[in-house]
């Protein structure tokens, strides 16, 4: 019978918690409660997670520019906490380069966030988005890629990750959609290719086969955050059957060493 | 603070590589449970999805009966059920009488018509008599769609079923998080709706919906072994509520529900 406490594994103070994957912002499918930045500080302060890096809703659909002006207040209002992704529409083709300087200009904007399935299946490698890529690799900025059903196949991801090696591409869901067998196959084989796994850590068993597989060293704690509910997320990672420096480096030190320096105020800390 | 988790399987399921690729005993879901701090668990068998109600439901009390001390009396078996057209389960009233017998006092339903479903129409001319014999007991009824992430439960059914069994205490396994705008005019009119925590993947979601229609309007539930229990418990835990709303959520609304099973007319049916 369990304790009346609760266990090491939900209740542990972790020396770095970066969450690599949230959004901020209404959404067109569904109500989100408390989706501004101030509500999910204090989600983060609940958990203990010490950074979020933030891609707008508004910029991975709507407006891509009303989006990133709303991740780069949040950075203002959060300093230290709240990191940002930079939103690109590859249907604005000739504004891509233009809105990857004008948000670089600001030190809180860390990465890239694409998202072809709600820019109209836009491929990843087509002519639209080869900005980003030559962005991405002359500052070696990480991109974050949304991975789907229907979207570019796991090849795509792989061609890039070879055509450029500088870049840090981050595979959304960690290509859950192609299969987690395939995807250690292309990962292995590519040190620039890490793992974000926002949605995967939903399922039980999913962190144990990655870390047995690909070691700790490419895998990246995501929410999704206000998007999916992040202690559902969270408690997927932290209850997993993998060893206390495996989660550390998941849950922090990976992120740092990709979208640092990181200054972070501390987190206020889970409830007692 | 206990919790009981309202949404967990045993048995062999045909495969989500690699999530779950083995048999999960009774003994091995007992020992997630002291592992992730959850103390009692409503489960059903995997083959009374997977293969065949009946099959599954005989399984699972078998199994549950072969458990150790210290396992048996924590896991509460849930009974699936078909409506009786087809002749695979017996009529309603002996169905029911027979699961009663056997000390179910939960059931579950997979009524979607996708590949993962049972396929039955949960309107009256094919489940009202089903329905109407686990209302008249109060058996607490699992509804599972076994939706895909985007799925969307199919609504004109879910608001005919609680309008047409108020005494029947019907939980949503998996809502989703893409579904509030139609969920939440259905938990304020009908008051024998609750959610399943886990399946509401929604940020702020359990405050939001606690602070509308109370904390007694959602159980505690994982999906374990296929989901992360530990992410469930996470959840609950994570979650900006006061203690006593987490305490209905982790235990005491399913608990009550449980308890309010009417068990006397057991041997009337039974006879």
């Given at each position: 019978?369990?304790?009346?406490?609760?266990?090491?594994?939900?209740?542990?103070?972790?020396?770095?918690?970066?969450d690599v994957?949230?959004?901020?912002?209404?959404?067109?499918?569904?109500h989100?409660?408390?989706?501004?930045?101030?509500?999910?500080?204090?989600?983060?302060?609940l958990?203990?997670?010490?950074?979020?890096?933030?891609?707008a809703?508004?910029?991975?659909?709507?407006?891509y520019?009303?989006?990133?002006?709303?991740v780069?207040?949040?950075?203002r209002?959060?300093?230290?906490?709240?990191?940002?992704?930079?939103?690109?529409?590859?249907?604005?083709?000739?504004?891509?380069?233009?809105?990857?300087?004008?948000c670089?200009?600001?030190?809180?904007?860390?990465?890239?966030?694409?998202?072809?399935?709600?820019?109209?299946?836009?491929p990843?490698?087509?002519p639209?988005y080869?900005p980003?890529?030559?962005?991405?690799?002359?500052?070696?900025?990480?991109?974050?890629?949304?991975?789907?059903?229907?979207?570019?196949?796991?090849?795509?991801?792989?061609a890039?990750?070879?055509?450029?090696?500088?870049?840090p591409?981050?595979?959304?869901?960690?290509?859950?959609?192609?299969?987690?067998?395939r995807?250690?196959?292309?990962?292995?084989?590519?040190?620039n290719?890490?793992?974000?796994?926002?949605?995967?850590?939903?399922?039980d068993?999913?962190?144990e086969?990655l870390?047995?597989?690909l070691g700790a060293?490419r895998?990246?704690?995501?929410?999704?955050?206000?998007?999916?509910?992040?202690?559902?997320?969270?408690?997927?990672?932290?209850?997993?059957?993998?060893?206390r420096?495996a989660?550390?480096?998941?849950?922090?030190?990976?992120?740092a060493?990709?979208?640092?320096p990181?200054?972070?105020?501390?987190?206020?800390?889970?409830?007692? | 603070?206990?919790?009981?988790?309202c949404?967990?399987?045993?048995?062999?399921?045909?495969?989500?590589?690699?999530?779950?690729?083995?048999?999960?005993?009774?003994?091995?879901?007992?020992?997630e449970m002291?592992?992730?701090?959850?103390?009692?668990?409503?489960?059903?068998?995997?083959?009374?999805?997977e293969?065949?109600?009946?099959?599954?439901?005989?399984?699972?009390?078998?199994?549950l009966?072969?458990?150790?001390?210290?396992?048996?009396?924590?896991?509460?078996?849930?009974?699936?059920?078909?409506?009786?057209?087809?002749?695979?389960?017996?009529?309603?009233?002996?169905?029911?009488?027979g699961?009663l017998?056997?000390?179910?006092?939960?059931?579950?339903?997979?009524?979607?018509?996708?590949m993962?479903?049972?396929?039955?129409s949960?309107?009256?001319?094919?489940?009202?008599?089903?329905?109407?014999?686990?209302?008249?007991v109060r058996?607490?009824l699992?509804?599972?769609?076994?939706l895909?992430?985007?799925?969307?439960?199919?609504?004109?059914?879910?608001h005919?079923?609680?309008?047409?069994?108020p005494?029947?205490?019907?939980?949503?396994?998996?809502?989703?998080?893409?579904?509030?705008?139609t969920?939440?005019?259905?938990?304020?009119?009908?008051?024998?709706?609750?959610?399943?925590?886990?399946g509401?993947?929604?940020?702020?979601?359990l405050?939001?919906?606690?602070?509308?229609?109370?904390a007694?309007r959602?159980?505690?539930?994982?999906?374990?072994?296929l989901?992360?229990?530990?992410?469930?418990?996470m959840?609950?835990d994570?979650?900006?509520?006061?203690?006593?709303d987490?305490e209905?959520?982790?235990?005491?609304?399913?608990?009550?529900?449980?308890?309010?099973v009417?068990?006397k007319?057991?041997?009337a049916y039974?006879?």
């Open positions: 019978m369990p304790a009346e406490t609760p266990p090491v594994e939900g209740d542990a103070r972790w020396p770095l918690v970066v994957h949230c959004h901020l912002g209404a959404f067109r499918n569904f989100i409660p408390g989706h501004d930045i101030d509500a999910m500080v204090e989600v983060m302060d958990l203990g997670v010490d950074v979020a890096v933030v891609a809703h508004a910029g991975i659909y709507a407006d520019r009303f989006g990133n002006d709303q780069a207040e949040a950075a209002r959060h300093p230290g906490r709240v990191l940002g992704y930079c939103c690109v529409n590859p249907n604005y083709a000739a504004e891509v380069r233009g809105e990857l300087e004008r670089f200009a600001d030190p809180a904007f860390r990465g890239i966030k694409l998202h072809p399935e709600l820019h109209g299946d836009y990843l490698d087509g639209a080869r980003v890529w030559e962005f991405a690799a002359e500052r070696r900025v990480p991109v974050l890629s949304h991975s789907y059903f229907g979207g570019d196949p796991l090849g795509v991801f792989a890039l990750a070879d055509e450029y090696p500088t870049v591409l981050l595979l959304g869901h960690a290509g859950l959609d192609y299969g987690l067998d995807v250690v196959d292309v990962v292995g084989e590519r040190p290719i890490h793992l974000d796994l926002t949605g995967p850590l939903s399922w068993g999913v962190v086969f870390v047995a597989e060293e895998l990246l704690y995501g929410s999704d955050m206000p998007f999916m509910n992040a202690p559902l997320q969270f408690g997927g990672c932290v209850y997993a059957r993998v060893d420096a989660k550390e480096r998941v849950l922090g030190a990976n992120a060493a990709l979208f640092g990181l200054e972070p105020a501390p987190a206020i800390g889970r409830r007692a | 603070m206990r919790y009981l988790d949404n967990t399987f045993i048995g062999r399921p045909s495969g989500h590589r690699p999530y779950l690729t083995r048999a999960v005993s009774p003994g091995e879901l007992a020992a002291d592992r992730v701090g959850i103390h009692e668990a409503a489960v059903y068998h995997v083959l009374a999805h293969y065949a109600p009946q099959t599954g439901n005989e399984l699972l009390l078998s199994e009966g072969r458990a150790p001390e210290g396992v048996r009396e924590r896991l509460r078996p849930v009974g699936v059920v078909l409506p009786p057209h087809t002749g695979e389960v017996p009529e309603p009233e002996e169905l029911v009488a699961l017998a056997a000390g179910v006092r939960m059931a579950r339903i997979f009524p979607s018509s996708e993962a479903g049972h396929r039955f949960l309107a009256p001319w094919c489940s009202g008599e089903l329905l109407a014999a686990l209302e008249r058996m607490p699992a509804v599972d769609f076994t895909f992430r985007r799925g969307e439960p199919p609504w004109r059914e879910v005919d079923l609680a309008e047409g069994h005494g029947l205490p019907v939980i949503l396994m998996d809502v989703q998080g893409r579904n509030n705008r969920l939440y005019p259905l938990l304020k009119r009908f008051g024998n709706l609750y959610v399943q925590s886990a509401f993947n929604v940020h702020r979601g405050e939001d919906l606690c602070s509308r229609f109370g007694h959602v159980v505690f539930g994982s999906g374990y072994p989901r992360s229990m530990g992410g469930a418990r959840q609950l994570g979650a900006g509520l006061p203690a006593a987490r209905l959520i982790a235990s005491g609304t399913l608990a009550g529900l449980l308890a309010a009417t068990v007319e057991e041997i039974a006879g």
